[in-house]
């Protein structure tokens, strides 16, 4: 064990007094920071905070608690996420479309609670955050586990991620901490942050989120929790959900104990006497909407006292203390001018809407997707007509629809390309599907998406290999497919604009050490129609080899589950393509090695889920955990009950802790060895 050298003198119970107080102090300007956007400290004066308890619980590291900062990024990568029963189901809201829908809200609760149809009710009002609704369970005023709506009864746990969000505190400060506390909440992405993701994203060849609604959910349902770190996600709270220990009389006695807490509230919401105040306030958010650094798509309106929220109680899916006030679309209208017939990486050729530029709530919009060929025809869209075109939060605006009316007769009909626009290849129209396809094995844009892809971040991971790169491989002809990556020399990025020794020299280890990335890895990089990363894994656990894959049968992939036919055709047609297979040899040629990671089934760990913690020191976390596999089990990277074994080595930190809370058998690493050897 490595001790610092400025904490070796210090005793354990000094060391232990010092820890709590740093996390105290740290939580305590994380909470200035990042709810309250009010800092007192430096970043350098919190970085050395942080450093003195990281220094201390290295010395120490009996004293790391799971709620110490130092532990918000944990672990290992999971393999699928554990489900969570929520203690009171997650219900939905009942939505009102306009003002007039808000009064029959007001007039039916007051019915129900039989008052006077001029009673004013208090009501609480809240912006309606975009984003996704997340419960997080505190025990003793620790954050214990957080999970995803789900199907509002049983949702996922994602503890691990939610951890990374820096405005939730692990552990509640202030007075009077309930015994229990759930709390659920809206995890979302400001607009900030999302612009900064999709441009990394564009930059490495990915494609873009279409929303920050689905940012979020995408960065929150990673499985490797160190994904979502690098996601600057928020979070604010809106309903209770059990509360043990603790008493609340009102949505406002809710919101104030949560803030007391350290827990995030929205500054904007707002308690008002009467239905009038909450439609003025729903035409104030959507006045001040395009503002807001985040985006919501309407107000929720809320009876305040708890008392009449359980008088009134709920439907089935929704409570009627509550409503959800909806804005209108952002929509406008403008001319059709004319359509850009656009190819991507497997040749479906989509209908781009170009627009005489209009303005939708302060952006400018000047395309829109009309998103097949089919829909074109079904809404009769023709060039010269005028359209009504959406924003829905998205990156791209759809044609929603035509208004025939103002058609002057010189309008043209829209039809499918008969040849790509791009390569001059011929097109065809599968029967299947509503998608128009180009089949030239030259065309560019393929080419280009489909060794963009080939290269991201969660297939080959060739870093620097993006979508800028790969488009001047194309055009100086250095590459044609993926296999020629594997051929490129110095020179050859030489002769990039703007490119130095250094760079090229990282650009070819970049490429050469993809060659022995995982096997899954490697069949989710070729791009096969309909495989998906999970579906990529699945076929390597099952064949164990690229040569097995390639030789299955459609029964052999059929018996995979979540394979279905589709699927499986789709399989094989890749692999019966002769020029598929001259590209996979010609990898192979080049030293493209993937690894497999055949699962074992019914080996003598099969049913079985580890997690490893600490640093072992017969091997690495990568090789225990596939002697686990081996043998069958499967690993996973956080601790919940189902977990049959957590394997702790050195300085393990808060899986060890909630493994030991939760009872699960915690082994040392000669105990997991002798295991292996039974
Ligand atoms: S209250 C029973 N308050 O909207 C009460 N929900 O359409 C449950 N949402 O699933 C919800 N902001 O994800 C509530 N201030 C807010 C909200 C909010 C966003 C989301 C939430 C919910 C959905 C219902």
């Known amino acids: 064990m490595q001790l610092s050298l400025l904490n070796i003198s210090i005793p354990e119970g000094a060391a232990k007094s010092r820890a709590d107080e740093l996390r105290r102090t740290l939580e305590y300007h994380n909470r200035l920071y990042y709810v309250l956007d009010a800092p007192e400290l430096s970043d350098a004066g919190y970085d050395e905070l942080f450093r003195e308890l990281q220094s201390l619980e290295n010395s120490y590291p009996q004293l790391i608690s799971p709620d110490s900062p130092t532990q918000r990024v944990g672990g290992i990568a999971l393999d699928k996420f554990a489900a969570v029963q929520h203690r009171l189901p997650m219900l939905s809201l009942e939505n009102a479309s306009n003002e007039d829908e808000i009064r029959d809200f007001d007039q039916r609760v007051k019915k129900f609670l039989g008052l006077t149809t001029d009673h004013r009710i208090s009501y609480v009002c809240e912006p309606k955050m975009d984003g ?53 909440g809206e995890v979302y992405l400001s607009l900030q942050a999302f612009q900064i993701l999709n441009s990394a994203k564009e930059e490495n060849g990915e494609a873009p989120f279409a929303n920050p609604r689905n940012a979020a959910a995408g960065s929150l349902r990673q499985l490797d929790p160190r994904i979502t770190a690098q996601r600057p996600l928020s979070f604010y709270c809106y309903a209770p959900g059990t509360l043990q220990g603790t008493a609340c009389d009102s949505q406002q006695e809710f919101f104030a104990a949560l803030s007391g807490w350290g827990l995030p509230v929205n500054s904007l919401i707002s308690a008002v006497e009467g239905v009038e ?32 929220q359980r008088e009134l109680g709920e439907k089935s899916r929704s409570p009627r203390w509550a409503v959800a006030c909806k804005f209108p679309p952002r929509q406008a209208t403008t001319v059709l001018e004319g359509v850009l017939p656009s190819v991507g990486r497997t040749g479906v050729i989509t209908p781009v809407a170009l627009l005489r530029p209009v303005d939708i709530s302060g952006v400018t919009v000047s395309r829109a997707t009309l998103h097949n060929w089919e829909e074109v025809a079904a809404k009769d869209i023709r060039i010269g007509d005028t359209v009504v075109v959406e924003r829905a939060g998205d990156v791209i605006p759809a044609v929603v629809r035509v208004l025939a009316e103002r058609r002057s007769g010189a309008e043209l009909p829209l039809v499918a390309p008969d040849t790509c626009p791009q390569c001059g290849s011929a097109v065809v129209h599968i029967a299947d599907e509503v998608a128009v396809r180009c089949m030239g094995l030259a065309c560019p844009p393929q080419i280009r998406e489909s060794i963009t892809h080939f290269a991201s971040r969660n297939a080959m991971d060739i870093e620097g290999m993006g979508g800028k790169n790969v488009e001047q491989l194309i055009t100086l002809g250095l590459v044609r497919s993926i296999s020629d990556l594997y051929r490129l020399t110095k020179d050859d990025f030489m002769r990039f604009e703007r490119m130095g020794d250094k760079l090229a020299g990282k650009l070819l280890s970049a490429i050469e050490n993809s060659k022995r990335r995982d096997l899954g890895r490697f069949i989710f990089a070729l791009g096969i129609r309909h495989v998906g990363e999970r579906t990529a894994k699945a076929l390597a656990q099952s064949f164990g080899s690229l040569e097995n894959l390639i030789h299955a049968t459609s029964e052999e992939l059929l018996t995979i589950r979540d394979i279905g036919a589709t699927v499986a055709q789709s399989i094989r047609t890749f692999f019966d393509n002769p020029d598929n297979l001259a590209v996979l040899r010609s990898l192979q040629e080049s030293g493209v090695a993937p690894t497999a990671e055949a699962k074992q089934v019914g080996g003598r760990f099969s049913g079985k889920t580890f997690v490893f913690t600490g ?61 292996l050897a039974v």
């Open 615 to 675: 640093a072992l020191s017969r091997f690495t976390r990568d090789e225990a955990q596939r002697l686990a596999e081996a043998e069958g089990g499967s690993v996973v990277g956080s601790v919940s009950k189902k977990t049959n074994y957590v394997v702790s080595g050195e300085d393990a930190g808060s899986k060890l802790a909630k493994a030991r809370n939760l009872g699960v058998t915690v082994l040392t690493e000669e105990e997991f060895i002798k295991l």
């Open 277 to 308: 105040a909450a439609v003025g306030f729903y035409r104030e958010m959507l006045s001040r909407r395009e503002a807001l650094p985040y985006e919501i798509d309407g107000t929720v309106i809320k009876v305040d006292s708890f008392p009449l």
């Open 132 to 184: 996704l609704a997340v419960e997080l369970v505190y025990v003793k005023g620790v954050l214990t586990v957080a999970s995803t709506r789900g199907d509002g009864v049983t949702g996922e746990d994602v503890t691990e991620n939610i951890r990374t969000i820096r405005m939730i505190p692990l552990r509640l400060s202030g007075q009077h901490i309930p015994d229990l506390l759930e709390v659920r």
